[in-house]
């Protein structure tokens, strides 16, 4: 039985992880300055991020078409796959898994079994990155999902934001609590798990690290982490530094995807992370 897992790209996943493991990555869409550019394929994030306070216009993002998943799913039925296993974005941020719901509904090829990571970014693709280990192990759809659901529950995400602006412009905030935040200097912080999202409001920038590098260490003890960002800066490497404290292993440090990046902009800093036990 060969089991084959598919995500998006918004998983975040190192391109080398997601070679040595034979995970199907679907870029997402972004359509900026009338073009339209597949994450990952036409879209370097350290330009898009550079460029992305210069544009007069925010970026839209878009989800590729039900007929893509389905196209996907029938070439790894055709190259031998057995079961599909399809990992996807929180379906409360973005309709992704709800479109390869709909692919896989009318695929008869073979079993397709999609699943809602309930996460973001690196949360989506952790769980990704072990499916498909325990898919080269040999176990089928049906073991690995009980994994996947231990896995979730000790999965978290947060990110500090360093302005409002974004939010604003994507239609995600107010504009007038964005504008008072942004006076007053709010740096919002959000975290997710299990499919529930929530923000916190702090002041300064100093406390939002302190923040983040407090969630850290109450998620600790640590299986994985990644740290994140939308723009090397200071912060990225006080959280490099602090999660070095909790991990005695690899840790990636990446950029965030920027269908997500797009609703929060540059400068954000964050970490996804994966605890031992359940907090």
């Known amino acids: ?15 080398k992880v997601v070679k040595e493991l034979g995970i199907t990555v679907i870029p997402i869409h972004i359509h900026s300055e009338g073009k339209d550019l597949r994450d990952g394929i036409d879209l370097s994030r350290e330009d898009y991020y550079r460029r992305l306070p210069l544009l007069s216009k ?20 055709s190259d031998g796959a ?19 719901s ?20 690196l949360g989506t693709g952790f769980l990704a990155q072990t499916a498909a ?7 089928s759809v049906k073991e690995i999902l009980p994994e996947l659901e231990k896995q979730a529950r000790r999965t978290f995400v947060a990110a500090g934001l360093d302005t409002l602006k974004y939010l604003r412009l994507s239609g995600r ?22 499919g529930i999202s929530s923000v916190e409001r702090v002041r300064t920038r100093k406390k939002a690290m302190a923040r983040l590098v407090e ?9 994985r982490i990644a740290i994140l960002h939308s723009g090397m800066n200071d912060s990225v490497q006080e959280l490099v530094d ?3 404290r909790l991990l005695d292993g690899e840790m990636w440090i990446d950029y965030l995807n920027p269908v997500i990046g797009t609703h929060i902009g540059p400068g954000v800093v964050g970490f996804a992370c994966v605890s031992v036990n359940e907090n």
């Not at 060969?2 to 391109?15: A, F, I, N, Y």
């Not at 925010?58 to 039925?77: E, H, I, M, R």
């Not at 296993?85 to 409360?92: C, D, E, G, K």
Request: hydrophobic share 45%.
């Open 1 to 15: 039985m060969s089991v084959r897992v598919v995500t998006d790209s918004t998983c975040d996943l190192p391109e």
């Open 242 to 244: 602090q999660a070095k």
């Open 133 to 139: 280990q325990l898919a080269l192990a040999g176990m």
């Open 173 to 194: 905030m107010h504009v007038a609590l964005s504008t008072i935040g942004e006076i007053i200097q709010l740096k919002p912080i959000l975290w997710m798990r299990q």
């Open 82 to 100: 057995s079961e599909i296993l399809s990992i996807h974005i929180s379906q409360a941020l973005s309709g992704i898994k709800n479109v390869a």
């Open 215 to 223: 969630m850290m260490w109450k998620n600790s003890p640590l299986e």
């Open 102 to 121: 709909v692919a896989a509904n009318e695929f008869n090829s073979l079993p397709v079994k999609v699943v809602d990571s309930g996460q973001l970014s």
């Open 58 to 77: 925010l970026p839209t993002t878009a989800v590729p078409s039900a007929d893509t998943f389905t196209g996907v799913y029938q070439s790894l039925a």
